[in-house]
């Protein structure tokens, strides 16, 4: 068998070897074998798993990409097949959300009236539940002026209309992809605007190649994974 230093994984993908030990200390690579002097011996088993975990983070991020090897380490496919899944409904999700915006966009620039809209939220929490955000979120989307919602002349409550659900969306949307609030605001305004689209379907563009790009990362992770999980049954 061949034995690998902490140098050997760190070198092949940039990182330092601190990381390395620190990967090892959290679970995300399997424990090393040590000398009698204390060294790591690291094998292609570990070198498997590292790129597992790297590849990973790529397509679901640190959180979940931690949570599928530790889930594995620690004997528990089930729980990181659910992670994977997790990741994949939310990048459906997302996909489906973008196709929504896009729609909403292309019927407002061909509008030549804008009819009354109909309120389909009646409260924060009512919002936040139909987007899984915390009605705290959505507070800090109306102090910056992503979200302007009426107030009902009886009761004082917000009331939200069709069209701040489009641009909850959009935020939503948005903010996923690392957009900061300030620039969320700007699109939306120009929403809200005669015409002034250009830049949201910049940003949608923008963010139909980080979907795709993700897409492309998860299929990877798959074959690193896939290559990881072979390993370990062959030493079972």
Do not use: C
Not at 37 to 59: N, P, Q
Not at 96 to 117: C, F, I, K, Q, Y
Not at 205 to 220: F, I
């Amino acid at each position: 068998m061949i034995t690998l230093r902490p140098a050997d994984l760190a070198r092949e993908h940039g990182l330092s070897t601190q990381a390395v030990r620190n990967y090892e200390r959290d679970g995300f690579i399997p424990p090393a074998e040590r000398t009698q002097s204390g060294y790591r011996i690291y094998t292609e088993v570990h070198a498997a798993a590292l790129r597992a975990y790297l590849a990973l983070i790529a397509a679901y991020g640190h959180s979940i990409g931690g949570q599928i090897m530790t889930a594995i380490h620690r004997g528990a496919l089930e729980d990181a097949l659910r992670s994977i899944a997790f990741g994949h409904n939310q990048l459906l999700r997302d996909q489906d959300t973008l196709d929504a915006v896009r729609t909403a966009v292309n019927h407002l620039a061909m509008e030549s009236t804008v009819a009354p809209d109909r309120p389909i939220a009646r409260s924060v929490g009512e919002l936040a539940r139909q987007l899984r955000v915390t009605p705290a979120t959505l507070r800090s989307w109306e102090d910056v002026g992503i979200l302007v919602p009426v107030r009902d002349p009886v009761t004082g409550y917000r009331v939200f209309q069709a069209s701040d659900i489009r641009d909850a969306e959009l935020a939503h949307l948005l903010r996923r992809g690392g957009y900061p609030l300030d620039r969320i605001s700007t699109v939306v305004q120009q929403i809200r605007t005669a015409g002034g689209t250009e830049t949201l379907s910049r940003a949608l563009d923008d963010w139909r190649r980080k979907l795709t790009t993700q897409g492309l990362a998860m299929l990877d992770s798959a074959v690193h994974l896939s290559r990881y999980l072979g390993l370990i049954d062959l030493l079972d």
